[in-house]
């Protein structure tokens, strides 16, 4: 399959500091050879996030207006999106987040840098459009991109830079992904929300952790039921080994027994 490519501009906003850009150039290459895009990503002050090891940890806190009530969990997960009576979807499947979430789309990690599966329906859209906030609402991260991989489940993926944003513990977030269906009308876009935080992990530092290679990162997320961080694990198997058939299968049978069946046997396009 073709090879997409696809070119990062970076900006970086400070009070204290003149404006700083960086141009990067990125060469995604999906499983079986899949092909990316061309995307803007904005970065602004590193935030305050925070993230839960298991599915269903701590409440979130703070003094925040409520997301919409949207019930994407596991066994009982309905469509995230948002559509207009005009919306961009050719096919019936909804997009939609594929990952253990709780109550309004929660997502718990220990991961610095988060990861985000979404499943990107049928849809004549041009573009989509993935935000991070801070529990400020103040946007910390933004990546738009060409829409080329629809009907998969695509990746999200903060880089691990020190330019980039991270996820701190005591801090929620809220993620936004949309498919942009008509640049000239906002309101019609498609989109699904939520929010993260970040727990520690209950063993080992970050540093050991990044360290460590996929296959002992799956391993240990499994054996702490932390199925956030266990999944993007599999998927980082996944990438370094895209012709091992029984990686796939084992990613079937992990969306699978999250409640994610729907998704289990969808192309996965990893950047």
């Known amino acids: ?25 990125v060469v995604a290459i999906a499983p079986m050879g899949n092909l990316a895009t061309a995307s803007e990503i904005t970065i602004a002050d590193s935030p305050t996030p925070r993230v839960n090891d298991r599915p269903g940890g701590r409440e979130p806190g703070g003094n925040r207006a409520p997301l919409p009530e949207i019930d994407n969990a596991p066994g009982g997960r309905e469509p995230g999106a948002t559509r207009s009576a005009n919306g961009c979807l050719e096919e019936d499947k909804a997009l939609a987040i594929v990952q253990p979430v709780g109550d309004r789309n929660r997502i718990t990690t220990s991961a610095i840098y988060p990861t985000f599966f ?36 695509i990746r999200v993926t903060i880089p691990a830079s020190l330019l980039s944003p991270t996820l701190e513990v005591g801090s929620e ?22 929010t993260i935080e970040r727990m520690m992990s209950s063993e080992g530092s970050q540093g050991e952790m990044m360290a460590a290679s996929a296959s002992d990162r799956l391993a240990r997320f499994l054996e702490e039921e932390n199925w956030t961080d266990a999944l993007i694990a599999l998927a980082d198997l996944r990438r370094e080994n895209p012709n091992d058939r029984s990686l796939r299968d084992r990613w079937t049978s992990l969306l699978q027994e999250l409640g994610l069946e729907e998704y289990a046997n969808e192309p996965l396009v990893q950047p």
């Not at 993935?130 to 629809?150: G, M, N």
């Open 1 to 25: 399959m073709p090879v997409k490519h696809f070119q990062n501009s970076i900006i970086f906003r400070s009070p204290t500091s003149a404006l700083a850009i960086a141009t990067l150039l």
């Open 118 to 153: 979404f499943y990107l329906p049928e849809t004549s859209a041009p573009k989509a459009e993935f935000v991070l906030t801070d529990d400020r609402y103040q946007e910390i991260y933004k990546t738009t991109f060409d829409v080329f991989d629809a009907g998969s489940t």
């Open 173 to 194: 977030y809220t993620w936004s992904f949309s498919l942009l269906c008509n640049p000239n009308e906002p309101s019609g876009n498609i989109f699904i929300q939520g």
